[in-house]
């Protein structure tokens, strides 16, 4: 009876997958003393002076339902972080709504956005989560693969791609700085970007939620940029290693959030009371918390990237976010789930096939959000692995 019932299911699931990341964690985290730089998630704690909040939220019984999109003390926090660290200037009580997590934010974002056979542009290598999600809403995704380009999206390839699509394209998905990559953009970069998206009355779904790991200049949002077109996404998972709390933000033009508002009030009602109250903690009180973490950040992918090509792995220097997108050298072929799971098991150390990500065969995704420690027992075995071959 459950086999027949499971094959009634919604035809667009069919070919969504579990996440290829979590699935080849789990697999090798079964492997004795391995040394895990898989995930993307800060190794750091939660600062004492947000976890206190939290607290403090439970004790006072904040134990009820907020307005669906948030706290007005959170989303006027959200604002004013916005605009003082980005320029971005939001109305706290209709353009900004909190939902759960980042993650939260692009569904409620894509969903409120797509009709069926709409497209989506979007360059690959990126997060995997916002494929099955235009997929469930029956769009479809326009890859522009920046492998060819040093992981660089070109404002020519942009344009191309814009004119080639004209008549479907609703929206692009831009993620910067970039999971996997570490690539982002400098202010001229995305300045020739917005004069081609200008050109389209299209949406920008950008995804910001490394906005504080940046490790040349600043970070330039889009919702500064280009405010009338951008859905700008963000949160405190990692700039406040706040991933658990789930606490993410949308922010866009105040027609438009009213209706990605209605998909997260179906969805979620709204995100958890002492988790917004943490949050509010977080971006009031220590706006800046994310730069500690950033400066050892900044020592870790240093090492790293050194030690990987002296190893052999050609990587792009990454600018932000916190991994290193490392091409597997020749002579272990480029099968990199066969890659990935041989250094598991032989050199005790993990890393993401770069197959779990669209474009990304022949390549490895390795966080750094793990101590100095961590990474240069992790190198150490690399170096014996690869010196053994
Ligand atoms: C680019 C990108 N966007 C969104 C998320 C999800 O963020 P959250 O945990 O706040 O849902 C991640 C998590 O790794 C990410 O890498």
Redesign the pocket.
Known sequence: MAKELASLMKNELADVQPSAILQFDKDVSQIPDIVKLT???PDFNTPDHVKNAGEASIAADHSHYTQSPGLPALRQAIATFLADKYQAHYDPNDQIITT???????YASLTAILNPGDEVIVPIP??P?YLPIIKLNGATPIYIDTSVDDFILTPEKLAATLAAHRDKVKAIVL?YP??PTGVTYRHDQLAAFVAILRQYDIFVIS?E??SELTYGEPHVSLGALLPEQTLL?N????SHAM?GW???YVAGPAAVIAKVGLVHQLTATAAATMAQEAALEALQAGPDDGLQMKVAYQERRDYLVKELNKLGFVTAEPTG?FYVFAKIPARFGQDSLAFAYRVAREARVAVIPGSAFPAGEGYVRISYAASLAKLQTACQRLAAFVAAK
Request: no cysteine.
């Open positions: 995930l993307g998630e759960i997590g980042a993650s939260g934010a692009i990126t997060f989560q993620n970039t999971n995804d939620i490394y996404i949160g405190v998972s990692k991933t789930r606490i993410g976010a």
